[in-house]
């Protein structure tokens, strides 16, 4: 069903789910798009039985949503196709989702629709338990889309006979290499520092200690920060003061020197720090070039 300009309070439908003559949906919120819904519809308008997921980040809520979604479309498939009117019908196949066996007895477009929602869930939660077990945060928004792409490759190499011979969990050991580079762990330790002796920490990316930051901000992709100034910089110098930059929104502000574990290792940086860091890197430079030009005598 066509869910453009479809909306119900606030919350703008993106996805909907049509089975056993019953319509679920998924919507998202206008207004704070990390919040997500989904409702049993009735005669197309009629939107009743809203499960709300407004906690937790935006990527959680809606794998939440996605789960409720699908889960609550199979409950109504199982209401309409009792066991022994689908046993012998061609179209009817078996999946566990969530640790319940659900039959299907649907069309051909329903089954394949469905039967890819909940394959690509199971396989998302499946390598997003294999990160976590990695200190590694699977609902970051970065994580979360690099998580995606790992499943989609699963579902595409399996689809075109790749793989078939493999079990899913030896399948994501041999491809996450390909994304670890880039996944975050919920939050650095000092085996991500760089033990290189250093005596200025201008120019160089400071880890800072978790306790350093409120609690709300307590990930990993807050504790990266560009040291750009102050007396702090100096490890020798009585000042405690390093002014610079947070890699992550790139808000400049004053930490003090005993606020960090030390220096960043830059090769476990992700490729957004690394974006963001080459940007900052360069105002510095381009400010420090137009400060040299002003400087410079007249030669005139």
């Known amino acids: 069903m066509n869910n453009e300009n479809r909306t119900l309070a606030g919350y703008k439908i993106i996805k909907s789910l049509t089975v056993a003559n019953a319509e679920y949906v998924l919507g998202q919120n206008e207004n704070n798009p990390d919040f997500?819904?989904?409702?049993?519809?009735?005669?197309?308008d009629d939107f009743q039985w809203g499960a709300y997921f407004t906690d937790g980040n935006g990527a959680k809520n809606l794998l939440a949503a996605e789960k409720s979604l699908c889960q609550r479309a199979l409950t109504e498939v199982n209401n309409n196709y009792p066991e022994e009117e689908i046993e012998f019908t061609t179209s009817a196949i078996v999946r566990t989702l969530f640790g319940e066996r659900h039959r299907f007895g649907l069309t051909q477009d329903e089954m394949a629709m469905i039967h890819h929602a909940v394959e690509r869930q199971n396989i998302t939660e499946s390598i997003s338990t294999m990160v976590a077990d990695k200190n590694i945060d699977p609902y970051s928004e970065n994580n979360a889309k690099l998580i995606a792409?790992?499943?989609d490759k699963f579902i595409s190499d399996f689809n075109r006979g790749i793989g078939h011979n493999i079990a899913l969990e030896e399948y994501?050991?041999?491809?996450?290499?390909?994304?670890?580079?880039?996944?975050?762990?919920?939050?650095?330790?000092?085996?991500?520092l760089d033990t290189s002796p250093c005596s200025?920490?201008?120019?160089?990316?400071?880890?800072?200690?978790?306790?350093?930051?409120?609690?709300?901000?307590?990930?990993?992709?807050?504790?990266?920060?560009?040291a750009e100034g102050?007396?702090?910089?100096?490890?020798?110098?009585?000042?405690?003061?390093?002014?610079?930059?947070?890699?992550?929104?790139?808000?400049d502000t004053r930490m003090n020197r005993e606020d960090f574990f030390g220096v960043f290792d830059e090769k476990y940086l992700p490729e957004w720090a690394k974006e963001n860091l080459a940007e900052l890197r360069g105002d510095n430079n381009s400010e420090n070039n137009d400060s040299e030009d002003n400087d410079s005598p007249d030669m005139n």
Not at 36 to 44: I, K, M, S
Not at 238 to 251: T, Y
């Open 149 to 151: 792409k790992i499943a």
């Open 36 to 44: 997500y819904a989904t409702w049993r519809v009735f005669d197309h």
């Open 200 to 226: 200025d920490y201008t120019g160089k990316v400071m880890l800072l200690r978790p306790d350093a930051l409120s609690e709300e901000y307590r990930e990993s992709k807050y504790q990266l920060f560009l």
């Open 172 to 192: 994501i050991k041999e491809h996450i290499a390909e994304f670890e580079k880039d996944l975050a762990p919920k939050l650095y330790d000092m085996s991500y």
């Open 230 to 251: 102050g007396f702090g910089c100096n490890p020798e110098s009585s000042g405690r003061a390093v002014i610079g930059h947070f890699l992550f929104d790139k808000e």
